[in-house]
């Protein structure tokens, strides 16, 4: 019973020990990164602290071009239209190679008793069906696979900025810290739920959402009132996509500048805090983005006069009727 209890308080111990390790290698090899291989200096010849080591920990807002697919055509800004490949991109195709190459070695060879790759990924998938059930709904789970899909995705390549090589290499950048990839999930998931909202309403249907003529048969004030309600929804339909990638882009572009400037200022015990941090807020802004998708969908499939939120209507109602029938005169 003794060498039980003795175990049972070794284990945390144990466990507490190694990630002390853990922490004090990092800021080990922080130091002797910061000494055996300085940042650049800069133009003066001479390293200036701390305008250098910030610079050399930051990366431009515009992505670096690593194959220009039209030279003779000139490209400028943060937003580009320019055919070309860049260091976002670069390291998208990775992240989604790792994905899926993570994904096909944990299911190749499915099993009734699971393993324990197989095992995470089915606990992460029920996770997330679950979570999307207990938001939306029934209806939400129809939707799974691609907020599944979405939550994955963001969520590695906002990791990826924090594997040492990402940011550090110019050929190397996480994908959503770049505002053009950002706009493109946008614009996918926008184009999503607008085809979603058209199949399920029809194309009468989902526009009689925005533009409410019927209305009219209520009376001209009425009228007048829906037509601006549903004017005013259909340009808040347009700003979606904008505040998607937005708020995806300036969370994950200004961890990475915190902790960039952090890193050049104080070399490597506060980063190492950062990093934890980054890791729970770069989870946090994948879920947002694809909750956000699946709740602007559960939205766009729902009309304005459903009948299941009429009163006498609906499973809830109707079950209800059954159970207590009305007394007989």
Do not use: C
């Amino acid at each position: 019973m003794t060498n039980e209890r003795t175990a049972e308080v070794a284990a945390p111990k144990s466990k507490r020990n190694r990630i002390l390790a853990a922490l004090a290698a990092v800021i080990v090899l922080d130091i002797l990164a910061a000494i055996l291989v300085p940042p650049s200096p800069g133009e003066s010849g001479a390293f200036q602290f701390p305008t250098d080591g910030i610079g050399a920990n930051l990366e431009l807002p515009a992505p670096y071009v690593i194959w220009d697919l039209a030279p003779d055509v000139a490209s400028s800004g943060i937003v580009q239209f320019h055919p070309s490949i860049t260091s976002s991109i670069l390291t998208q195709w990775i992240v989604i190679a790792v994905v899926l190459s993570m994904m096909f070695l944990a299911t190749r060879a499915m099993r009734e008793i699971p393993g324990h790759a197989q095992n995470v990924v089915e606990f992460a998938y029920e996770s997330l069906h679950d979570f999307a059930v207990s938001l939306g709904g029934p209806a939400a789970a129809r939707y799974v696979p691609l907020f599944a899909a979405f939550f994955l995705y963001i969520l590695f390549s906002n990791w990826s900025g924090l594997v040492p090589p990402v940011g550090k290499l110019e050929f190397l950048r996480a994908p959503t810290s770049d505002v053009n990839v950002t706009i493109g999930l946008a614009l996918v998931s926008f184009t999503f739920f607008q085809a979603q909202g058209f199949r399920a309403l029809g194309f009468r249907g989902y526009l009689g959402k925005f533009l409410p003529f019927g209305e009219f048969r209520n009376g001209l004030g009425a009228g007048f009132i829906a037509m601006f309600v549903g004017l005013m929804e259909l340009l808040l339909e347009f700003v979606k996509p904008l505040t998607l990638s937005m708020r995806l882009f300036g969370n994950i572009f200004g961890g990475e500048v915190a902790l960039g400037v952090m890193t050049a200022l104080t070399i490597a015990i506060i980063p190492v805090a950062l990093v934890g941090l980054e890791v729970l807020l770069n989870a946090v802004q994948a879920l947002i983005f694809s909750v956000l998708t699946l709740m602007f969908t559960l939205a766009a499939i729902e009309g304005h006069h459903s009948d299941e939120h009429e009163p006498g209507h609906g499973p809830a109602t109707e079950g209800t009727a059954a159970a207590h029938p009305a007394p007989a005169h």
